[in-house]
T-cell receptor, first 117, second 115 residues
Framework: AQKITQTQPGMFVQEKEAVTLDCTYD???????LFWYKQPSSGEMIFLIY??????QNATEGRYSLNFQKARKSANLVISASQLGDSAMYFC??????????????FGSGTRLSIRP | GAVVSQHPSRVICKSGTSVKIECRSL??????MFWYRQFPKQSLMLMAT?????????EQGVEKDKFLINHASLTLSTLTVTSAHPEDSSFYIC???????????FGQGTRLTVV
């Protein structure tokens, strides 16, 4: 069963607009963590934001915020005021189990975001 | 953020030879390192998880004798692709996580081409 689902294979957004990238997850653990990464064409994986399952506030990092809806098991990434440099592949990922470095992290299929000038 | 260095970034090798890929955490102690494989236009597929000083845990379907992983220190893990074949050509990327597990930082990735 797919644990991380990203239903948008590709998205086009006008520069300066906000964009929401969808992510839903499936786990029976009470303790887990959710990540978003950006992968430009160079291939590197850039960490954007993290949300722990027990965090009460939605995580924010600059223009990135994570809309965490625990009951719906969704962790959408919101990018405000998009820029041309935001064009990239975006992956949602989940760490299952207690907050520990040893817990493995699995990835969704990704969303390719393209920003139009 | 923390720095994870992966080398080489690109390698071309002949079929039947072995290739070693290094993953180093430069400014933190990586208690756990993860090795992923990524096919073009696809997601990252977890191959194995390695904890410092112990044997790696491989995901189902990943041949442990073909993909040898060593995590001898808190700053270095290596992946050796043994007896490489063209179907092993792929993008391999490592990730390192320290105490706490709230962040996992990635290396730059290695593009392996087996000819």
């Amino acid at each position: 069963a797919q644990k991380i689902t990203q239903t948008q294979p590709g998205m086009f957004v006008q520069e300066k607009e906000a964009v929401t990238l969808d992510c839903t997850y499936d786990t029976s653990d009470q303790s887990y963590g959710l990540f978003w990464y950006k992968q430009p064409s160079s291939g590197e994986m850039i960490f954007l934001i993290y949300q722990g399952s027990y965090d009460e506030q939605n995580a924010t990092e600059g223009r990135y915020s994570l809309n965490f809806q625990k009951a719906r098991k969704s962790a959408n990434l919101v990018i405000s005021a998009s820029q041309l440099g935001d064009s990239a592949m975006y992956f949602c990922a989940m760490r299952e189990g207690p907050q520990s470095s040893a817990s493995k992290i699995i990835f969704g299929s990704g969303t390719r975001l393209s920003i139009r000038p | 953020g923390a720095v994870v260095s992966q080398h080489p970034s690109r390698v071309i090798c002949k079929s039947g030879t072995s290739v070693k890929i290094e993953c180093r955490s430069l400014d933190f102690q990586a208690t756990t390192m993860f090795w992923y494989r990524q096919f073009p236009k696809q997601s990252l597929m977890l191959m194995a998880t390695s904890n410092e000083g112990s044997k790696a845990t491989y995901e189902q379907g990943v041949e442990k004798d073909k993909f040898l992983i060593n995590h001898a220190s808190l700053t270095l893990s290596t992946l050796t692709v043994t007896s490489a074949h063209p179907e092993d050509s792929s993008f391999y990327i490592c990730s390192a996580s320290g105490w706490g597990g709230t962040e996992a930082f990635f290396g730059q990735g290695t593009r392996l081409t087996v000819v």
